[in-house]
């Protein structure tokens, strides 16, 4: 069964460092997105992406995130200078369409930020 | 603005008992409602969802939830608990075209022996 996979699974870096966190969807899905859990709190939506371009973002996405897609099958996440709150569960999902379709999650990549 | 409530933090069952979790929802138009499950060390996977028709909708591994408009819900039930259900389970509201889901902040199921 197609899934999503994300690494790395966990990664520890110090505050002000930059992460990348990638994401390999399901491969015929065009529709892209990021969400995050902290420890103990809600699942929250971060951004989505469609056709190379951001079309939703939250307001937890500032300009220390980004996204891209670098190739046909990878999509990344970059926090540019992690701060402590930025420690949590990374999440990637993917669907086929909007409006109807399902997300298809990844495992999740944990993030802690000394 | 979307929101998902989910009451209760914790839920403990003895297995072969039955189960509701309940959701509460708020969303201006007819609400695109999830349920996902969280194993530890595993991704959210799918449930069931409801988009409209039948307000009753089964999903897998033997869950069911209901669609109350009258009372904004959406709870999910088992008959019969099994131990592998020992899970976090989140409800969440999406809908338009971006498809942003908002989750609610989870249930813990502990299922005793």
């Known amino acids: 069964e197609p899934e999503v996979t994300q690494t790395p699974s966990h990664q520890v870096t110090q505050m002000g460092q930059e992460v990348i966190l990638r994401c390999v969807p399901i491969s015929n899905h065009l529709y892209f997105y990021w969400y995050r859990q902290i420890l103990g709190q809600k699942v929250e939506f971060l951004v989505s992406f469609y056709n190379n371009e951001i079309s939703e973002k939250s307001e937890i996405f500032d300009d220390q995130f980004s996204v891209e897609r670098p190739d046909g099958s990878n999509f990344t996440l970059k926090i540019r200078s992690t701060k402590l709150e930025d420690s949590a569960m990374y999440f990637c999902?993917?669907?086929?369409?909007?409006?109807?379709?399902?997300?298809?999650f990844g495992e999740g990549s944990r993030l802690t930020v000394l | 603005a979307q929101s998902v409530t989910q009451p209760d933090i914790h839920i403990t069952v003895s297995e072969g008992a039955s189960l509701e979790l309940r959701c509460n929802y708020s969303y201006g138009a007819t609400p695109y409602l999830f349920w996902y499950v969280q194993s530890p060390g595993q991704g959210l996977q799918l449930l069931l969802k409801?988009?409209?028709?039948?307000?009753l909708v089964q999903g897998i591994k033997g869950f069911e939830a209901e669609f109350k408009r009258s009372q904004s819900s959406f709870n999910l039930r088992k008959p019969s608990v099994h131990w592998s259900d020992a899970a976090e389970y989140f409800c969440a509201t999406g809908g338009g075209s971006n498809y942003k889901l908002t989750f609610g902040k989870g249930t813990l199921l502990t299922v005793n022996p």
């Open positions: 409801y988009f409209s028709g039948d307000t």
């Open positions: 999902a993917s669907s086929e369409r909007v409006g109807t379709g399902e997300l298809f």
